[in-house]
């Protein structure tokens, strides 16, 4: 019997390329996207006839309710909502209102309608904000210190209580930073390859970026959403870490990103106060030890590949 997998923010990063890995599985892939915009939807250009679009929204239970049972999902994944920190702390009531009530309206939705039906959160690493431990794991203290990452901890708590309280099967990805040709151009790994492709090109004669020191846990998208696939394909839900286990600094992609454009960033780049972080999470570092041992699961693309492949699509295809 094939199965139907729903999708909200189907048009972004993360949800068109698990799109692209759930197709060739043989699911009927349903994605929701919203009629205020369009944003993404260059993601899903080269595949949209495979797909089947519904009109809803996060915020609006009632068009998530229509569309979910329409389709009696199997599997249900959310991907949808404002990811950006900085957005967070100009709109932190709607910040909020998508990211953490949003799963919770879904979770009602399985609740009272499809309680077999699998959830996917996708949690951010953002939740452990300034943690004390040197590598977190599914256990360590969360301590959010902006908007977004309050919001992403209380759906992630939201989620844990469903499934405890009522049996539901929902599993949570704590996810690092990932990135790809998809990521938005706001992000500061799209911002530095862009840039160093500009620079190329002779479009622009600098690049102006904030602490070049700042580390990050970085790895490549299409590794990441394999790992939520996986999730839902155990006998029992849980939440996981996915990430390298290795850190990374914004100095580290300027390096790979020029250089493999014969440039040195050295010449290029200059530090500019207006993009440093008052506050700032972590530099955290995961342990993805728990999703190896019961997902089978591991990133393959290294940090270097992964950075030159961006760079060759903004390059090529940008």
């Known amino acids: 019997m094939q199965k139907t997998a729903f999708i909200t923010g189907i048009t972004g990063q993360d949800g068109s390329y698990l799109a692209e890995l759930l197709l060739p599985k043989k699911y009927k892939v349903v994605g929701l996207v919203s009629q205020k915009n369009d944003i993404g939807n260059q993601n899903i250009r080269h595949f949209k006839k495979k797909l089947i679009l519904e009109t809803g929204d996060l915020l609006d239970k009632k068009s998530l309710k229509k569309a979910i049972l329409k389709h009696k999902p199997s599997e249900i994944y959310n991907l949808g ?116 492709v500009k620079i190329k090109l002779g479009l622009a004669k600098n690049l102006a970026l904030g602490n070049l020191n700042a580390q990050q846990d970085w790895g490549w998208a299409p590794d990441y959403v394999e790992a939520m696939w996986k999730m839902l394909q155990q006998k029992r839900a849980d939440d996981f870490i996915i990430c390298t286990g290795r850190l990374h600094s914004v100095k580290d992609i300027c390096r790979i990103a020029f250089s493999h454009l014969g440039l040195d960033y050295k010449k290029y780049v200059r530090r500019d106060p207006r993009f440093y972080r008052k506050i700032e999470a972590g530099p955290n570092v995961g342990n993805p030890a728990k999703a190896k041992r019961v997902l089978g699961w591991k990133p393959k693309t290294s940090f270097k590949k992964m950075i030159k492949r961006i760079v060759e699509n903004d390059l090529y295809q940008g």
């Open 81 to 196: 909502g404002i990811t950006f920190v900085p957005t967070s702390w100009e709109k932190p009531v709607l910040t909020h209102d998508v990211n953490a009530l949003g799963p919770t309206r879904i979770l009602e939705i399985i609740r009272d309608y499809l309680p077999k039906a699998k959830f996917y959160q996708a949690t951010t690493s953002k939740i452990f904000g300034r943690s004390k431990a040197k590598i977190q794991t599914e256990k360590t203290p969360i301590n959010p210190v902006d908007p977004y990452s309050i919001s992403k901890a209380a759906a992630h708590l939201t989620v844990k209580v469903f499934r405890e309280k009522f049996g539901i099967f929902a599993s949570s990805g704590i996810l690092y930073n990932h990135e790809s040709p998809r990521r938005g151009p706001q992000f500061v790994t799209r911002k530095i390859t862009q840039g160093a």
